[in-house]
């Protein structure tokens, strides 16, 4: 079986909702179509998107003809349907129609699958449809997939999320500069990182949804958000973050969803949201701003941590569409679907055509003039200085100083780097190369 | 369709080895029996382990009855083989001759997959059956099935990923103690992070596996051992160490592959092993001793991050049966596979029986006895105290001192706290309590 574009039949796309979310992966799905289409195994042809009006201006960036406010015909006509509307009805509605009309589902719906998530798993296994909603919790970051699938033969017993970016936007600013949480939501609403109604993020609800599905799928059991206990940052003081701070802790919003016994041993699960003291070396404490991070603990695998971007409509658009090509390639295998896909063609690079950055440190004679014949030196192999630090070492009496250079380079190819280190060792107020080390994060 | 393990013929799964991993997977198959069979939608009978010897002593833990060196009549006669030997061959052959027979594959093995995963995944999907080997890169994290699905819809530009444990531990060592190398590399050897013969970690050869798997997933390429530049740790000294410390650095060994183009402007992928340095404040920096991560950077995701143990025998085994579970629904459902499961039973747990630690400040009269009596109550209320920290505010002249008292507590009810609190806010000598918070992960 080899599947090509040119000889599948493109898979029809229905997008609902056009929101910060939808209009990305509209984009997306138009601008990137030859590398979806050769990974899903056919084209996917994004055929309509619905929306309440028309009349709203969405600029030209999307062609107009795709609109519509006819929904429902939209749906009986897709092999695939993305439900990005949000909230209860009539996105639930739609995904059930999608359903009966054996198309499979894409969804990013915390609140309905907070909600309703079991029941519209169960009714697409019984029609033998695809449904995901990765991009339900905690945007761009795979967690969903990991936990229902990676995690599928181990047993977990807690997840700990920061699963909302606003408040650990306003917490991590309160911590960074002293500030009152009415001053960082502010300067969170400032910057986009809070809704003018900050209500459902700041009380804790965004991330009560989010913290149901959560233990929905790591406990194999139905939890709703009437399971979970939620209690927002409201509440919390610079007094609470100075104090934690000067324990070792930091304080962060919490999803929690935790396997536990009670008394006479039974097991059962608690969720909860809440403000939480964490020492500052656990792995959650260093998710800084409007980050996101799930830490998974499994009987065998022990701790696990997922970390990404939690919002934003490009971040969340690459969680929609993973779960779109993944779907794609079952249904054009029918069976289990393409696993990984060798359609690209991009060649391997030796290393001496790579550019990285270096950290270069020498070992040089303290005398006038060094650092000019050696930046000469770099700057005639167009490898160029990002920064020179230069320790001097005290001689004893009569001898001569000497002095350590580190050197980090902008980005140079292996090629022009050993012919500088080469030049440069060769100068006679050289004592030594003492090390030539690649550097990356920069 | 409501599959249960009554209803469903147990799938036949067939050990190929019961090495370090091997071993952890048998046992877990069998004393998990249920709930991983509840999961798959069918029950997992272990048929058989393939060995090399029987006079090899195992210990008594797996019945003997299990144990076989006939590994290809076991091939034959599996609805599932799961491939644990390391190695090229006879693993490879066995393979081939389970895709052949229509059966699953799982399988852990690095080495062949790095010199042989894109011809092996063509077969399999030529002959329609799935093949998996999350367990081959990083251990217990979940990094192939996010990259090869999650990720499916977006577009990957570069990953930096520690992924041998061994040589991260050596590392960390240095950074930590200033060690040399040698001396870093013995106590590795002491505490079994590292084998007598460490030649394939340190000298990164392990890392190449792994780069050129995650380099053939995230760019949809074949990408082989021989295109894996390498450079292994045995050079790096402490000085090299102690000068990136002083620059904000920290050494790792790193896996890379990144998209980049020349200077036509044409694309490549590099794929290099190497020791690299690192700013102190990346993700990566804060992944200690014999744990692994990976960094992906992908167009529309960002930056994604995901963390655990990348080795041991149960850590191992857990993304080895993610796999087994995964690939078990979709046979079992023949279509697109079972997703989510809500076979578990556990119910939800109000937030008043849960207990977790708290943090209680108060503000108290700075008198003889106050610390004694609140302590009582703590005692009297059953709520333990982990630490308590006083800090006493001068007075002015005249005026009654005060002191901020901070206790934090073992794990507590919510119901036993609140009378505690309620009990101590009573106390006369209590100017008021200022902040009750929880506090997770100590």
Redesign the interface.
Known sequence: ??LTEASAKPLRVALLGAGNVGS?VAR?LLD?AA??G???GAPLELVGIAVRSLDTDRGTALPQELFTTDAESLVENADIVIELMGGIEPARSLILRAIEHGA?VVSGNKALFAQD??AL??K???A?????Y?AAVAG???IL??I????????ITRV?GIVNGTTNYILDQMDATGAQFADALRAAQELGYAEADPTADVEGHDAAAKAAIL???S?????ALE?V?CEGITQ??A??IA??RA?G?V?KL?A?A???S?EAGD??????V??????RD?????VHGAFNAVFVE?E??????????GAGG??T???????????A???M???????????????????D???TSY?I?LDVADQPGVLARIATIFADNAVSIETM?QSIHQPGPGAEGTA?L?I?THRATEASLAATVKQVAALPVINSV??V??????
Chains 1, 2 share one sequence.
């Open positions: 079986m080899n990305q997306i990137d590398a979806l050769s990974r899903a499979t998530g079991p798993y169960e697409a296994d019984a033998g449809v695809q449904l995901s990765e761009a970051i795979p997939r990991p229902r699938d990676s995690l599928s033969g181990d047993r700990l233990a929905s799928l406990f194999h059991t139905r939890f399971n206990y919390v003081t007094d609470d104090a934690a324990d802790y304080i919490l929690i935790e396997l536990l009670d097991p059962g699960v608690s969720v909860r809440h403000p939480t003291l964490l020492p656990h792995p959650l404490a260093a499994a065998n695998a022990g701790e696990l941590m997922f970390y990404g971007q490009t971040p658009a690459s969680a929609v569409l993973g779960d779109v090509v993944s779907a390639r079952r249904m295998l029918g069976g289990p679907g393409r696993t990984e896909t060798t359609t690209g063609h991009v060649p391997a690079r030796s290393i055509t790579v550019s950290c440190g630090r350590e580190r980090v003492t090390s080390l690649r550097v990356e994060g920069i």
